[in-house]
C-alpha cells in the first residue's frame, strides 16, 4: 500500500515523497526541494530538484476542477492525453518536446524533464530576443506530427483508433467556445473589449453578418475534419526555447483536427510580439520586427517544402500518390492556416483568454492601435484565406499591403 495508489492533489511536500517513493532518479537519503510553478488556469506543476546532485524533474499534475475556479469541473482525462502525445511527438519529431520519465495514472501526473535552464517562448519575444534556428525547429515540430499522422502516411484502421484515443471533448469545448463562437457574439459574459477599440469590434466583429458566416464554416472545419493529430494549442506560452533549441511544451489539448488549426496559432502568435514590438519602438525594436518577419515567412515556406519533401517519403496511401494531390492538400492546409491565424488574433483581442503582448501596451493609443492593425489583418486572414498561400502573403496582410498573385 502506498498513499500514491488512489488520486488526491499533492501540495509539494507530496511531490518530493512521490519523487523519492516512485522515481529512480534521487538518491533515497537526498534532501529534496520543491516549488509549485504553475501558471496556467487548469494544472499544478511541481519543481522537484536535490540541490546536492543538481537533478530535477517536472511533476504535472492535472486537478478535477479548474485551479482558477471549483465550478469549473474538467476530467482528469487531459493529463493523459498530455502525456501520450508528448511521448508520440517525441518518437515523431525528436529533440523537440521534453522527456516523459512516467505517466501515473492513478494520481493523474506526468513527470517529465525539467526544462528550467529554458525560457518561454512568448516571454522572449517580449523582451526582443531572437532565435534563428526557431522556424527551422517548429516547422519539423509540425509536419512530422501532423503528416505522419494523417491518413496520408498511417495505415487506416490504425489511425482511426487514434483518433479514438485522443477524443478530448471538454478541451475542444473549451476551442470551440473560446476561438469559434463567443468572439463573434455580444451576448455572452465573457469578451473582454479594451475601451478605445469597442466601437470598431462592435461594428465591424459582432456587425460582420459575412465574417461570421465563414467562421461558422470554419467552426465545423474544426470539430468534423479529423485530419492529423494536433497539438492544439501552439502558441508561443507553449514553446520553451534556448539558444539553439526548441521544446513544445503541454499538448493537453491534443485531438484530431485540421492540421492549419497548430500553424495558424503559431504564426498569430508571432505576429502578437510584433504588434508589441512596433508599439514599443525602442532601438532594439527594427532589427526584432525583421526577425520576426523573417520567420513568419520562413515558417510558412519551409513548412511548405518540409511538407512536400515527407510526402514524398512517407506517404503510403495510393489514391494520395496521384500526381498533383500533395499541391492540392497541403493548399488547403495553408488556406486553413491562413483562417486560424484570423481566428486567433480575433479570439485574443475580443474574446476571454488575452496575450500579454497586447494587455502590456500601457499607452492607451499605441495599445488600440495594435489591436485594431491585429483586428484588421484578421478579418483578411479569415476572408481571403483561399489567396493567402505564401509567407510573404501572410506578412502582406498583416501590414495592410496587396496580395501580388
Ligand atoms: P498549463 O497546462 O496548466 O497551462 P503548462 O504545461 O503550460 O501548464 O505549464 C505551466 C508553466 O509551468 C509553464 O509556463 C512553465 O513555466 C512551467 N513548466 C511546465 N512544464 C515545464 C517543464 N517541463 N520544465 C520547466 N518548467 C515547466
Ligand atoms: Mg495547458
Not at 73 to 94: F, M, N, V, W
Request: aromatic share 10%.
Amino acid at each position: 500500500m502506498s498513499k500514491f495508489d488512489s488520486y488526491f492533489l499533492m501540495t509539494p511536500s507530496d511531490a518530493i515523497e512521490y519523487s523519492k517513493e516512485k522515481l529512480t532518479l534521487f538518491d533515497a537519503d537526498s534532501q529534496l526541494e520543491c516549488k509549485e510553478i504553475g501558471d496556467g488556469n487548469l494544472n499544478y506543476v511541481f519543481r522537484v530538484w536535490d540541490p546536492k546532485t543538481k537533478r530535477s524533474v517536472i511533476i504535472k499534475q492535472a486537478g478535477n476542477t479548474a485551479r482558477i475556479s471549483d465550478d469549473f469541473k474538467l476530467s482528469t482525462e487531459r493529463i493523459k492525453i498530455e502525456s501520450k502525445a508528448l511521448q508520440l511527438e517525441e518518437r515523431l519529431a525528436p529533440g523537440l518536446v521534453p522527456k516523459v520519465y512516467r505517466y501515473d495514472e492513478g494520481m493523474n501526473c506526468c513527470v517529465m524533464e525539467d526544462l528550467s535552464d529554458y525560457t518561454i517562448l512568448r516571454q522572449a519575444l517580449l523582451e526582443q530576443n531572437i532565435f534563428p534556428q526557431f522556424a527551422d525547429h517548429i516547422t519539423t515540430f509540425m509536419v512530422n506530427t501532423l503528416l505522419l499522422t494523417s491518413d496520408v502516411v498511417m495505415e487506416h484502421k490504425e489511425k482511426k483508433e487514434w483518433v479514438k484515443n485522443y477524443i478530448n471533448p471538454e478541451l475542444c469545448e473549451i476551442t470551440e467556445d473560446l476561438v469559434y463562437t463567443e468572439p463573434y457574439h455580444d451576448n455572452n459574459q465573457r469578451n473582454e473589449l479594451f475601451p478605445l477599440s469597442r466601437e470598431w469590434i462592435e461594428r465591424e466583429i459582432y456587425g460582420d453578418a459575412t465574417l461570421r458566416f465563414e467562421v461558422a464554416k470554419c467552426k465545423f472545419e474544426f470539430m468534423n475534419h479529423a485530419q492529423a493529430l494536433l497539438h492544439g494549442d501552439l502558441h508561443t506560452g507553449s514553446i520553451f526555447v534556448r539558444e539553439n533549441d526548441t521544446k513544445v511544451i503541454d499538448p493537453e489539448f491534443a485531438f484530431y483536427g485540421p492540421m492549419g488549426y497548430d500553424v495558424g496559432n503559431v504564426i498569430a502568435n508571432l505576429f502578437f510580439a510584433r504588434a508589441h514590438a512596433e508599439a514599443l519602438k525602442d532601438q532594439k525594436s527594427q532589427a526584432f520586427i525583421d526577425w520576426v518577419d523573417e520567420t513568419i515567412v520562413t515558417i510558412i515556406d519551409q513548412f511548405k517544402e518540409k511538407f512536400l519533401q515527407a510526402w514524398k517519403e512517407h506517404v503510403t496511401e495510393i489514391m494520395a500518390k496521384e500526381p498533383g494531390f500533395d499541391r492540392w492538400y497541403l493548399q488547403n492546409v495553408i488556406k486553413d492556416t491562413s483562417a486560424v491565424t484570423g481566428l486567433e488574433l480575433i479570439r485574443r483581442i475580443v474574446g476571454l483568454a488575452k496575450v500579454v503582448d497586447i494587455t502590456s501596451i500601457e499607452d492607451p493609443n499605441l495599445r488600440q492601435q495594435a489591436e485594431l492593425k491585429c483586428l484588421t489583418a484578421a478579418k483578411r486572414f479569415i476572408l481571403e484565406r483561399e489567396h493567402i498561400q505564401k509567407g510573404s502573403d501572410f506578412l502582406a496582410v498583416f501590414k495592410g499591403e496587396k496580395i501580388h498573385e
